[in-house]
Every structure is written in C-alpha cells, then in structure tokens.
C-alpha cells in the first residue's frame, strides 16, 4: 500500500546532504574526521558533559560504558525489566549476568524501592542501568543515591530520551557514564551510531582505547582486547545537521504528544503513555496502554490495514528464553506492559491531517468493541 504513515522515521530536511557531500569531497568517509570530533563536542554540550566518545552503536555504547565502569565477567547487572533487549544483551557481551528488577506504574521506569531492595539481596553487583523509556526520564536521582549509597556505578541508558529533561537537566547527565542511540528510529539519527557522555576523564579514556582495538598509539600494539566500535565520519555528518534541528524536531514530537493526549484523554480501555513530574518528555515514541494484548495486537493489525505503521512495544525480559535462568525482583508491572502498549506513529515530519488519520483510525477500532 503507498502512502503509509510510517511510525518514526528519519526527518532529513535539513543540511545533511551538504554535510555528507564534504565528507566524500575532502575524504574524510571513515572512522576519523573532523565530524566526528564536532560531533562529540556537541553531544557533550548538550548534556553539560566534560566528554564524550561517539561509537558505531547505542549496544557498543553501554558494552563499553559497562566495562569502563569495571563491570567484569560473572558479575551482576541489575536492568530493568521492561526496556529493549539492547540493555541486557550489553550485559551479556561483558560475560556478566542481568538481574530483572521491575518498574513503576507512574514512570514506567526502573523502581528505586525495588531496586533498593534487591542491593541488599543479590551481591556482586557491578552496575545498575537506568533507562529513560520512551523519552522521559527515570527518577534519576533516587536511583543514582541508592547506587551511591551502595557504592554501585549508575549508567543511564538515554537511547532514546535526547532532548529530554530530568528535572531541570538534560537526560544524558545522570549517573557515572549515560549512552545515547541514534537509530533510525530515533528523534535525531546519524543512520546508526551512539555516544558515551562522562565527566570522568578515566573512563572516556578508556571508552575510547577499548572503541579502537586497544591499540597503543599508532603502532600495531595492543593492551587488552578491543573492539572496532568507532563510529564513522559518515555517521557522525548525518548526526550534527540532524543535531542542529534537534529542538525542532524534539518540539514538532511534543505537540504530536499533546494532540494524542487530548484525543485519548477520556477514550475507554486504555491508558496514556506517562507523564511522570520529573521529566520533560519528549514525545519521541508516543504509545498507549490496552487493557490485554488481544488488543493491542488487533489494533496493530487494524492500523495496518488502514495504512499506519503501529508497533506492540517492549516486553518483559526475564521471561524471554535467553534470560530464563537470571534472578529478579518484581512486581507485576512489567508483566502487565508487556505486549500490551503499542506506539503511534511519531514522526517529526508527521503532519496534521495524518495525525488526524491516525486519531480517527483509533477512534474508529475503540468504537467497535467487539474487535
């Protein structure tokens, strides 16, 4: 079928073509150049960070964020349980064990009770990772005191929350060491790609040896194995024009939020996607709650018979076959998300009439409760 609303797409009207034209006249087309330095000094601007270390992806930026911080192998890493199998395989690749802590109705985020709690139950834990789900943020704080108190590095996991506020501060900023994604599917994308934002020089330090082979200078000598996790020139001129208009781009998603708020506002059978009061979202992926999977899955059908591209969202991972075997702590909440929340396409570049056709779409499902 043509002209499908797509869900959330690459917005590209401003100078990326410009920029990338430069990389292939002056040459710079792989994993150095000057943009890719720009775009690290952006980055790093942007979440009043002292460094950042940009990577080929968001899954290469929390691999190396974890072992930065000291993560080793056999080690336990408490992740949410609801949030994008990027977070746990990242684990994974360190040779460490996740363990599935739950989330909060209110944020759909990690839990800082649970979280407190299973520090005192599980040992040897090497790190907590906080994801910002859906472009707003974890309680931050909370979580980052309990880490501290604990003496436990906190990573945030922003994948998809640039632009966003905890509080008064950008996302990107909490905890030892944050990542970024710029996916495709993200508000602003380099085609791929992610970021290492810290104020520790050590572990940008160490980011950055471990993202180019380990290699000692310019001689083929090595201090440990490394990976080739750079991102490319390429990339990284995609990622500042597509930069430049983030608050564009963050404020066209935002308006998007508030006209399916007020469109589902009163609207049976479901719940709105959070609003927690410590973060300023960004309305990167908006998503309802349904109140089973039945459905969400028959609303995802219906909007793609209707030519609108709708995604069932996360699901919980201590459940799924490659993490049977790890502890966790929970509580239902991410049993009860799980399958049952679909995203609504939220495009920068989606326009008024085919909001409207989306709204209408939705609408016109709920009206027929017999689905």
Not at 39 to 65: C, K, P, Q, Y
Not at 164 to 176: D, E, F, I
Not at 292 to 304: F, G, I, P, R, Y
Not at 348 to 354: H, N, P
Request: charged share 20%; with cysteine.
């Amino acid at each position: 079928m043509t002209n499908r609303i797509p869900l959330s797409v690459p917005d590209l009207r401003g100078r990326e073509a410009e920029y990338l034209a430069r990389c292939v006249r002056e040459n710079w087309v792989s994993s150095a150049g000057p943009e890719v330095t720009a775009m690290e000094a952006g980055i790093a601007s942007l979440t009043d960070r002292r460094f950042a270390v940009a990577t080929v992806n968001g899954t290469a930026a929390l691999h190396l964020a974890l072992l930065a911080v000291g993560v080793r192998p056999g080690d336990r890493v408490i992740v949410p349980d609801w949030t994008f199998a990027a977070t746990a395989n990242a684990v994974a690749h360190c040779g460490a064990i996740p363990v599935f802590v739950d989330v909060r109705e209110e944020d759909w985020a990690l839990d800082p009770e649970l979280l407190s709690e299973a520090l005192k139950i599980f040992g040897g834990v090497g790190a907590v990772i906080a994801v910002d789900p859906l472009g707003h943020a974890a309680d931050l704080d909370a979580i980052e005191s309990i880490c501290r108190t604990n003496g436990v590095a906190m990573i945030e996991d922003a994948a998809g929350a640039i632009g966003a506020l905890y509080r008064k501060r950008p996302c990107g900023s909490g905890g030892v060491v944050s990542t970024f994604s710029f996916n495709g599917n993200k508000t602003i994308t380099a085609g791929g790609g992610g970021m290492v934002v810290t104020d520790d020089e050590d572990i940008a330090e160490k980011v950055r040896h471990l993202s180019t082979q380990a290699r000692l200078g310019s001689d083929y000598l090595h201090d440990a194995v490394g990976f080739n996790y750079r991102m490319t020139n390429l990339n990284a001129a995609l990622g500042l024009a597509q930069l430049e208009r983030l608050d564009e781009m963050v404020a066209a998603r935002q308006a998007i939020s508030e006209r399916y708020d007020k469109a589902f506002r009163s609207a049976p059978g479901l719940a709105r996607m959070p609003r927690p009061k410590h973060s300023t979202g960004t309305g990167w992926l908006y998503s309802l709650q349904f109140e089973s999977e039945q459905k969400a899955v028959k609303l995802v059908d219906w909007l793609n018979e209707d030519g609108i591209d709708a995604r069932v969202f996360w699901r919980s991972l201590s459940v799924q076959k490659p993490w049977s075997g790890c502890s966790s702590m929970l509580r239902g909440v991410s049993a009860a998300l799980s399958g049952t929340v679909v995203s609504l396409p939220s495009s920068s570049s989606l326009d008024a009439s085919e909001q409207a056709k989306v709204i209408n779409s939705v609408k016109r499902f709920l009206a027929k409760g017999d689905l």
